[in-house]
């Protein structure tokens, strides 16, 4: 049997698809899984050990550049290797318009949420099969039980995410018991204060744990450098790949992150982590593994005393 999954993005939603993927192994040993997700996320499954190839779209990049030949040329190419296989099932777990376009030119009967299920109603139209899923339902339960009807068979357990980072190996690491701080996001309505994030660090560095401030652009960068300057025992790190981001959290004793895509990556690998909400509700798509509690909700940031309450439950468990 092969399978053909299709989550795109983003960084978030891409981790929360992984269970699903644990899941048709669980059931379906001699499976094989292709998963088709943005080039910038590929890393993430690529972890997996159940799936077996990623095939990367640059939606977002194609978008921006129509009117360039070779972004024509990059998808006649993607859809040339997206048909080089028939598949038993084309599962759609994101729900989008965009990504039901992708499973019809995919070869294989196409499966996704029906009309009452999907965030776009009009996608529900491209497939051969539909399914009812809850919308109440965490992201990662969504996913689940979609696939799961659409294989006939009942999720059991809790999630497994099913993925393993390489150790970390960085010379710029100051030690091999740190924390990682994932104090930047999309939207500056998700951001904790940086007086909140340097008292957090320096509790942190209280119980010998120095701290890693990682980030992605300029901006992120010069908040890093402004924390690390408040903080006795940080570094700030450089510009990583994904697939390093993932080996430096593997390898952390602990990650604290606001609403991001990387601090989700750190709860599915296993690592004591603390989600921290200040502009959205965790709820329906927060941290989910046993040992990532979720702080705050929109319009309420949790204090850093309920930050080192719950680090500290969690360290002496």
């Known amino acids: 049997m092969r399978i053909l999954l299709v989550k795109t993005s983003s960084m978030g939603d891409v981790v929360h698809n992984l269970p699903a993927a644990s899941d048709i192994r669980a059931n379906y040993p001699d499976a094989q899984i292709d998963w088709v997700v943005e080039r910038a996320f590929a890393p993430i499954p690529a972890l997996h050990h159940a799936v077996e190839a990623t095939l990367a779209v640059d939606v977002r990049a194609w978008r921006r550049s129509l009117n360039e030949g070779s972004t024509w040329r990059e998808m006649r190419a993607f859809k040339r290797r997206l048909q080089e296989h028939t598949y038993d099932l084309v599962i759609d777990t994101q729900g989008l318009l ?4 992708i499973a019809r030119y995919a070869h294989g009967t196409r499966c996704g949420y029906d009309r009452h299920s999907i965030r776009e109603p009009l996608a529900a139209r491209l497939y051969n099969r539909t399914f009812r899923v809850s919308k109440n339902l965490h992201a990662v339960e969504r996913n689940r039980l979609l696939v799961a009807q659409a294989l006939s068979y009942r999720p059991n357990g809790e999630a497994d995410y099913g993925i393993r980072s390489e150790p970390p190996n960085f010379a710029w690491l100051p030690s091999q018991t740190y924390a990682v701080l994932l104090h930047a996001t999309s939207a500056d309505a998700k951001l904790w ?5 340097a008292q957090l660090a320096n509790r942190l560095n209280g119980i010998g744990l120095d701290c890693v401030l990682p980030s992605g652009n300029p901006t992120e960068r010069a908040r890093a450098e402004r924390l690390a300057a408040q903080i006795r025992c940080a570094v700030v790190a450089p510009r990583m790949t994904l697939r390093d981001a993932a080996s430096l959290l593997g390898g952390a004793r602990v990650a604290i992150g606001v609403d991001t895509g990387l601090t ?3 709860a599915a690998l296993g690592v004591p982590s603390v989600g921290i909400y200040c502009a959205s509700d965790p709820a329906l798509t927060g941290l989910y593994a046993s040992n990532a ?3 705050g909700t929109r319009g309420q ?3 850093v005393a309920d930050v080192i309450d719950a680090l500290d439950s969690m ?3």
């Open 193 to 197: 204060p940086e007086a909140n994030w």
């Open 264 to 266: 989700h990556l750190a």
């Open 293 to 295: 509690p979720n702080l």
């Open 315 to 317: 360290l002496t468990a």
């Open 301 to 303: 940031a949790p204090a």
């Open 98 to 101: 965009k990504s039901a376009v």
